[in-house]
C-alpha cells in the first residue's frame, strides 16, 4: 500500500509538472503572438501618422509649373489681350508668409500679370517685395492697400490701364480678367470686384476675392481722395469697407461683373465652398446678387478665387493651364459672354 501510494503521488506531480509546463508554453507562445500583433499595430499607426506628418509638410511644398500654360495652346488671342489690356497686379503679403504663400502666388498666376508687385511692411530684395511703412496686423490693412495702391500710381500710373489688388490666398486667372476688363474703359471712373451690399450705399468690394481699379479711378483716389481724410481714411476700420466708402464719396461706380447667365466671376470662397454652396450665414445677408451654388455658382470665365492655399493653387494651375480631356475643344462663339454695361 504506501509503495502504491507513492506511486500515484508521483504520478499526480509528474501529471501536475506537465500541465504547469504546457500552460506556461501556451502563455508564452499567445504573449509573443499578442506582442508581435501590437508592435506591428504600433508600427502602423506609427508609419501612417509619418506619411499624415510628411503630407502636412509637404502639401504646400513649392512645384515647378513651367510655361504659362499647355504646350500645345493657341495664345494668339490671350497674347492679344496681353498687349491690348495692360494690368499691374499688387499682392498683399507678409514676411511669414512669403515662403510659403508668396511663392505659391509668384510660381502660379502672378506671372501671366504685365507687372507684378509684392507689398510687405519689410522690404526684400531676394523674394522681392517692397517694404510699406506700416505695421503687421488686420488693424492695419487698410493702411497696407493705400501705400500700396499710392506707390503703384506714383510709380507706374500712366504705364498700366488697371490695377488689381489682391492677397497672398488669392488665385487669378488673369487671362479672365483681361477679356472681362477689355470690354470696359479704363478711362473712366469705375472699379470690380464681388459686390457686398452692406455699410456703403452703391456697394463695395470683397477684399479676398480681389478688386480692380481703372487708371483714372486709382488716379482720383490718390490725387483727390487721400489727400482728403473726409473723403478717404488713411488706416483702420475694414479695409475693403474702408476702400468702398472713399469710392462712393468720389463717385468711383462700383461695376457689375456678372456673366451673361447672372453667374459670378469674382468669388470670396474656394471653388468648392461655391460649388457646395458651404458659405457662412453672413454671407447671405451681405452679397449683393443671389447667392448660387452647383454651376450656377460660378462663370466658366470666373476671374478670382479666396482662401486658396499654396496647395490650392498649383493644383488650381494644373487643372486649368495643363490639363485637357481628349477630342474637347471649346469654340467661343460670342465675343463678350459678359453682361454689357449697365445691364443688370
Not at 508581435?36 to 502602423?44: A, L, P, R, S
Not at 504659362?68 to 498687349?83: I, P
Not at 470683397?206 to 473726409?230: D, E, H, T
Not at 449683393?288 to 479666396?306: A, N
Request: charged fraction near 25%.
Amino acid at each position: 500500500m504506501p509503495t502504491m501510494a507513492g506511486d500515484r503521488v508521483s504520478r499526480l506531480f509528474m501529471l501536475v509538472c506537465c500541465c504547469f509546463c504546457i500552460t506556461t508554453i501556451l502563455m508564452t507562445y499567445n504573449t509573443f503572438f499578442i506582442e508581435e500583433e501590437i508592435v506591428e499595430n504600433e508600427e502602423e499607426e506609427d508609419l501612417y501618422e509619418d506619411i499624415q506628418n510628411r503630407n502636412f509638410r509637404d502639401k504646400d511644398r513649392p512645384v515647378n509649373m513651367g510655361s504659362h500654360s499647355h504646350e500645345d495652346d493657341d495664345r494668339t488671342k490671350a497674347n492679344e489681350m496681353y498687349n491690348r489690356v495692360r494690368v499691374l497686379c499688387w499682392i498683399m503679403t507678409s514676411p511669414s508668409n512669403l515662403d510659403r504663400k508668396g511663392l505659391a502666388v509668384r510660381t502660379t498666376w502672378a506671372k501671366r500679370c504685365n507687372k507684378y508687385i509684392f507689398f510687405s511692411s519689410v522690404t526684400n530684395d531676394s523674394f522681392p517685395t517692397v517694404g510699406l511703412n506700416v505695421s503687421e496686423g488686420r488693424q492695419h490693412l487698410t493702411g497696407k492697400t493705400v501705400q500700396a495702391f499710392t506707390y503703384c500710381y506714383e510709380n507706374y500710373g500712366n504705364s498700366f490701364d488697371w490695377f488689381l489688388k489682391a492677397d497672398d490666398d488669392t488665385y487669378v486667372i488673369v487671362e479672365n480678367l483681361r477679356y472681362f476688363l477689355s470690354h470696359h474703359n479704363p478711362q473712366n471712373l469705375v472699379y470690380f470686384g464681388h459686390r457686398f451690399k452692406a455699410i456703403v450705399k452703391q456697394g463695395y468690394f470683397s477684399g479676398g476675392a480681389g478688386y480692380v481699379l481703372s487708371q483714372q479711378a486709382l488716379k482720383k483716389f490718390v490725387q483727390v481722395g487721400l489727400r482728403n481724410p473726409l473723403l478717404c481714411r488713411r488706416d483702420g476700420g475694414a479695409e475693403d469697407a474702408e476702400i468702398g466708402k472713399c469710392m462712393q464719396r468720389l463717385e468711383i461706380k462700383v461695376g457689375d461683373s456678372l456673366d451673361i447667365n447672372g453667374r459670378e466671376s469674382f468669388h470670396p470662397f474656394t471653388p468648392i465652398a461655391h460649388l457646395q454652396g458651404n458659405y457662412p450665414a453672413w454671407f447671405y445677408n451681405h452679397t449683393f446678387h443671389k447667392v448660387q451654388k452647383g454651376l450656377g455658382c460660378c462663370s466658366d470665365y470666373s476671374v478670382s478665387f479666396h482662401y486658396m492655399s499654396p496647395a490650392d493653387m498649383y493644383l488650381m494651375d494644373y487643372l486649368v493651364y495643363h490639363l485637357r480631356p481628349f477630342g474637347l475643344h471649346r469654340i467661343d462663339k460670342k465675343t463678350n459672354y459678359f453682361l454689357p454695361v449697365g445691364k443688370k
